[in-house]
C-alpha cells in the first residue's frame, strides 16, 4: 500500500502547553489506524493539526506527497481528508438534509451526490423520517451518524474520527463502526481517535499509543491487543 498521510516531528502547543510533541505517523492508502491514549494525551489536537485547524509549531504533515502543513482546513478538505470532531460538530438549528448537503458542498456531481443521500436514508430510515427536521433534535447517536454520512459525502481520501463512540447505546456504536466498515471496503483510509482501546484496536490494522504528546508504542493492532501492558493499561485487564 501507498503512503497517504505522512506526520513528520509534528509539534503544536497551546501557548505555554505542549500538546503534541514531535510525533511522527503515517497512514497508508486504504489503511485503518487508531491512535489511543489518555485524556489530555494530545489524541484530538493532532487531529486537528493534520486537519489543518491547529496551526504547528514545528514539524510537517504531508498528504499523498502534498505538503499540507500550514494550509487551512478549507483547503485540506478538497484534497480529500474529513474531520468528524468530538462531540459530532453538526449544524443543530440546520436540518437533516441541509447538513447532508453541507459535506458535498465540494462536489458538482448533483445527481450523484443526491443518490447517495437518497441511500443514507435507506440505510438510516430514522435521518430519513426526520430530513425536514432540526439535526439537533435528533438523539446523540444519530447525531454521530449524520456527522459521518456528512463527512463521507465529500468522497475523502482519508477519514479522522474523534471519539466516535463516547456517550453512545451499544447498538448505535454498532451502527457506526458497520459505517465505518463499508467506508473502509471503498477504499477510504481512517485514523480514528477512539477511548474504548479494544474496539478501537480491533477495527484496525495498526495503532499507535501516545501519551502526554508523545508517541511511546505502535505495532499492528493484534499486537497490541495482545501485549499484557496495553490490556492493564487500557482495556481494565
Same mark, same amino acid.
Given at each position: 500500500?501507498?503512503? =497517504?498521510?505522512?506526520?513528520? &516531528? =509534528?509539534?503544536? !502547543?497551546?501557548?505555554?502547553?505542549?500538546?503534541?510533541?514531535?510525533?511522527? =505517523? $503515517?497512514?497508508?492508502?486504504? &489503511?485503518?489506524?487508531?491512535?489511543?491514549?489518555?485524556?489530555? !494525551?494530545?489524541? #484530538?489536537t493532532l487531529l486537528k493539526a493534520i486537519a489543518g485547524m491547529l496551526p504547528p509549531l514545528g514539524g510537517s504533515v504531508h498528504? !499523498? +506527497?502534498?505538503?499540507? #502543513?500550514?494550509?487551512?482546513?478549507?483547503?485540506?478538505?478538497?484534497l480529500g481528508i474529513a474531520l468528524v470532531p468530538e462531540g459530532r460538530g453538526i449544524f443543530s438549528r440546520l436540518s437533516v438534509a441541509e447538513n447532508l448537503a453541507m459535506?458535498?458542498?465540494?462536489?458538482? /456531481?448533483? =445527481?450523484?451526490?443526491n443518490q447517495e443521500i437518497d $441511500?443514507?436514508?435507506?440505510?438510516y430510515p430514522r435521518l430519513g423520517e426526520r430530513r425536514a427536521q432540526p439535526a439537533g433534535q435528533l438523539s446523540g447517536g444519530e447525531q454521530q451518524l449524520l456527522a459521518i454520512?456528512?463527512?463521507?459525502?465529500?468522497?475523502?481520501?482519508?477519514?479522522?474520527? /474523534? &471519539?466516535?463512540?463516547?456517550?453512545?447505546?451499544?447498538?448505535?456504536?454498532?451502527?457506526?463502526?458497520g459505517t465505518l466498515q463499508d467506508a473502509h471496503q471503498q477504499g477510504v483510509a481512517i485514523l480514528l481517535v477512539e477511548q474504548n482501546a479494544h474496539l478501537a484496536l480491533s477495527h484496525s490494522d495498526r495503532g499507535y499509543i501516545l501519551e502526554t504528546g508523545k508517541i511511546t508504542q505502535h /505495532?499492528?493492532?493484534a499486537e497490541?491487543?495482545?501485549? #499484557? /501492558?496495553?490490556?492493564?493499561?487500557?482495556? +481494565?485487564?
Open positions: 500500500m501507498s503512503e =497517504l498521510l505522512n506526520v513528520h &516531528e =509534528l509539534r503544536v !502547543a497551546y501557548g505555554q502547553i505542549h500538546a503534541v510533541q514531535g510525533v511522527s =505517523l $503515517t497512514v497508508a492508502e486504504g &489503511e485503518r489506524v487508531c491512535l489511543i491514549g489518555a485524556n489530555g !494525551a494530545g489524541k #484530538t498528504f !499523498a +506527497g502534498q505538503p499540507i #502543513t500550514h494550509k487551512p482546513s478549507h483547503q485540506i478538505v478538497p459535506g458535498a458542498y465540494i462536489r458538482r /456531481d448533483k =445527481l450523484a451526490v $441511500t443514507i436514508y435507506q440505510r454520512n456528512r463527512a463521507l459525502l465529500s468522497r475523502p481520501r482519508l477519514l479522522l474520527l /474523534d &471519539e466516535p463512540s463516547m456517550g453512545l447505546a451499544p447498538l448505535m456504536v454498532k451502527a457506526i463502526f /505495532d499492528s493492532a497490541l491487543i495482545a501485549n #499484557t /501492558d496495553i490490556k492493564k493499561a487500557y482495556f +481494565g485487564e
